[in-house]
């Protein structure tokens, strides 16, 4: 028996995992290595051939995916009353319509107001097929203390342990398939510990979506495993501190690979994309 190490490039790190395990024997024993993207296996010398040609079978083509993202946000101010037009004097409140008072007294007008802000903000990022890119949704989040207490309900971290400077990002990893494009999503919170700036991925709260090329996708129509998370994940602070609830679309299309050099292909690719700011 022998051990070996099977980079996994490209391909889908799952989808060669799951080939893998099929063809370990008895005997064998297989690590997959998600971090370092790789897939270790000690077995018998037929067993690494069939691994190696199932491999060669997937191998992914190199692609790059350009991600449009927009960024929409209202405000939304109500000041509910009844329509009223009247006259102050000594006395009550006189009800008339229309003219002005003849008798110097002081005209009064209660009504419905209703004022909408909003703001749209478009970026792209372009991120080599089964990389990684962070959308940035606020760098100072409302809800601090309530994901506090959800993460310590995960056990995300110890309840002696305080942070501040909470913002909330989105894990966005493409994938083409064929003329499809499978989205992983994942949830992410980054704060600030004892100074160091640290950041924890909600891997329960992962979705995934498969588009055809050029398809919009609207996070807040996606189906969620927690519906209250997101009430509060994708909601920030506009840019006079009021609180602002945000509708994230993405759209991926699917491009070739250029030559080195002509473009940025990090597959590790944390862009600074987001709508709100720090209060």
Same mark, same amino acid.
């Given at each position: 028996?022998?051990?070996?190490?099977?980079?996994?490039?490209?391909?889908?790190?799952?989808?060669?995992?799951?080939?893998?395990?099929? #063809?370990?024997?008895?005997?064998?024993?297989?690590?997959?290595?998600? !971090?370092?993207?790789?897939?270790? *296996?000690?077995?018998?010398?037929?067993?690494?051939?069939?691994?190696?040609?199932? =491999?060669?079978?997937?191998?992914?083509?190199?692609?790059?995916?350009?991600?449009?993202?927009?960024?929409?946000?209202?405000?939304?101010?109500? !000041?509910?009353?009844?329509?009223?037009?009247?006259?102050?004097?000594?006395?009550?409140?006189?009800?008339? !319509?229309?003219?002005?008072?003849?008798?110097?007294?002081?005209?009064?007008?209660?009504?419905?107001?209703?004022?909408? =802000?909003?703001?749209?903000?478009?970026?792209?990022?372009?991120?080599?097929?089964?990389?990684?890119?962070?959308?940035?949704?606020?760098?100072?989040?409302?809800?601090?203390?309530?994901?506090?207490?959800?993460? &310590?309900?995960?056990? *995300?971290?110890?309840?002696?342990?305080?942070?501040?400077?909470?913002?909330?990002?989105?894990?966005?990893?493409?994938?083409? #398939?064929?003329?499809?494009?499978?989205? @992983? *999503?994942?949830?992410? &919170?980054?704060?600030?510990?004892?100074?160091? /700036?640290?950041?924890?991925?909600?891997?329960?709260?992962? /979705?995934?979506?498969?588009?055809?090329?050029?398809?919009?996708?609207? &996070?807040?129509?996606?189906?969620?495993?927690?519906?209250?998370?997101?009430?509060?994940?994708?909601?920030?602070?506009?840019?006079?501190?009021?609180? @602002?609830?945000?509708?994230?679309?993405?759209?991926?299309?699917?491009?070739?690979?250029?030559?080195?050099?002509? !473009?940025?292909?990090?597959?590790?690719?944390?862009?600074?994309?987001?709508?709100?700011?720090?209060?």
């Amino acid at each position: 028996m022998m051990a070996e190490i099977y980079p996994v490039g490209l391909s889908d790190f799952d989808l060669a995992e799951q080939m893998a395990k099929q #063809i370990v024997s008895s005997d064998g024993k297989l690590v997959a290595d998600k !971090s370092g993207n790789r897939l270790i *296996l000690y077995d018998y010398p037929d067993r690494h051939e069939t691994l190696r040609k199932l =491999l060669a079978k997937v191998q992914a083509p190199a692609h790059n995916v350009r991600i449009k993202v927009a960024f929409k946000d209202n405000t939304v101010t109500q !000041s509910d009353g009844v329509s009223v037009d009247g006259r102050i004097r000594t006395g009550p409140v006189v009800i008339r !319509s229309g003219g002005a008072p003849a008798d110097g007294s002081t005209r009064i007008q209660v009504t419905n107001q209703r004022t909408t =802000l909003g703001s749209n903000v478009q970026q792209e990022l372009l991120v080599i097929s089964g990389g990684k890119a962070k959308i940035r949704i606020g760098t100072d989040v409302p809800y601090a203390e309530w994901f506090w207490n959800y993460g &310590l309900q995960l056990g *995300l971290w110890a309840g002696q342990v305080r942070w501040k400077e909470v913002g909330a990002q989105m894990v966005v990893e493409p994938y083409v #398939i064929g003329s499809n494009v499978r989205v @992983r *999503l994942t949830p992410e &919170l980054s704060y600030v510990v004892d100074g160091q /700036t640290m950041a924890t991925a909600i891997e329960k709260l992962t /979705t995934e979506v498969i588009v055809a090329d050029g398809q919009e996708i609207d &996070l807040g129509g996606l189906p969620a495993a927690d519906k209250e998370f997101y009430s509060k994940f994708l909601v920030g602070y506009g840019h006079q501190g009021e609180k @602002r609830s945000l509708r994230i679309t993405l759209k991926p299309t699917i491009e070739s690979v250029q030559a080195p050099g002509a !473009s940025n292909n990090d597959p590790d690719n944390d862009r600074n994309v987001g709508a709100f700011r720090k209060r």
